[in-house]
């Protein structure tokens, strides 16, 4: 699938709205270079923006130390930061979005969701300040399309504020979206539905997030929903809500595992692992990743089927995030120590259970790891899609390999040649990589050709494609 050059052919000029910016600045010996990111959300969204025949990308300045004109040399779009007041930050990012609407949104308000007084007052002034920048720049006939739950306010502020009423505006949820029930525990719910809805196009990853939304919508906001058309009637305008499952980049993921230099890496690591068979778990730190879990399961593997030992390794790379909130600290050191106790208890002379890497790896040794691992076990508690797990299976389109996947995953959606786990059961877990290291290879490379199937024809240009022609619908 290649992108049909959908924004060419209408000359819409696309406005992309995120809260992170496209780059991160790196400190080389004192010295700050600015690079591209390469997580998720901006690897996901830059063919949109390099196939735009104009575009745009607004976002908050987190890598306050730059000028946008060293920034404008690095990346091949124009950027624009929206500034506001220091003092917003912290409610608005860490409190309002990070320790209310992630947990809220992940089902997991137990002990992760956290009020404070004056977050909300925060998150709608920076989602105001967002609209600002956007109605400062934006002209007839743009397409806006803004992203993720940091800014659910900003559709209904640019409503608000007369938005001219050619220009679309898209808005995609990139987490799951909860129940009613769970829902219905967020005191500003309604204003973050009527915030949503000020958009022409509610992008979900899975149905089912669509539903959870129509029930909050209908219950709390007292509006007519046609269920069986995806539309919402509300203010005289209609709002179309859809499934638009995220891809990958699979061309690219294809060019990374065919160079000869990854390819060696891969080998040379193998080799220094050890073991027969190699397992990777690939995450940002969250919990809503569930990487405790998964590690009691390796545990559990080892105490059930002490024939593997030796045999079978884990390499667990977890990417730092959200350092600044508590219990994402916390998550960092209990992992720490469960990898130390796993490790005490069953390492050998000449062989380690789990090798554990706590940082962000340049794409070379990322898809080198992917490429060597026999076994992908990707277990969030919740996640919206999650695009490790089609990385896992883009990297092995040629060969054997094993996906074990969260059923609590959006991508469980589409990938179900995978061995699909509850992530909560250690002891199901256990078995699972017990038949995954068990499958017969005939086996490993059927499925595999059906994942890849699958994940090749829903491709991340499939998504912008899908997304912005449901934006331009008129019927
Ligand atoms: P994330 O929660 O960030 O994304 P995910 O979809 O798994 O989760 O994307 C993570 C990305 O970061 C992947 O592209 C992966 O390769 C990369 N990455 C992870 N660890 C890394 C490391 N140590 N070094 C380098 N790169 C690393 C949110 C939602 C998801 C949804 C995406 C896109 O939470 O559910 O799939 O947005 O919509």
Redesign the pocket.
Known sequence: MTLKNQNKQNLHRLILVTNREPFHCVDRDGKIYIERS????V??LEPAMEHAHEAVWISANHENAISSESVQQEIPYRWIAVNYDKSLHEGYYSGFSNRVLWPLFHSMIGNHMKFQIGEWNHYQEVNREFANTIMQISKSDDFIWIH?YQLTLVPDFLRKRKIDPNIRIGFFL??PFPSYDLFRTLPWGAEILKGMLGANLIGF?INDYSQHFFNCVEAILKIRCDRSRGLIYYENRVIRVKAIP?G?NVVKVHEFVSDKAIIASSKKLREEIGAKCLIMG???L?Y??GILKRLSALEKFYERYPKHRRQVSMIQ???P?RTEIEQYQELREEIERLVGHINGLYAQPGWTPITY?C?????HD?FALYHAADIGLVT?LR???????K?YVAAHHNNAGVLILSEL???AEELTDAILVNPYDDNAMADAINTAVRMPLAEQKRRMKKLNEIIMHYDVYDWVNKFTSEAYRND
């Open positions: 390469t997580g998720g959300l690897t996901a993720d990139h987490i990853h995220i990958i690939v995450d940002r969250d809503t990743k790379l977890a990417v995030s890497m940082r962000s790896l340049p794409p990322l969030p996640d919206g899609m999650n695009l490790v797990a990385e995953a959006g991508a």
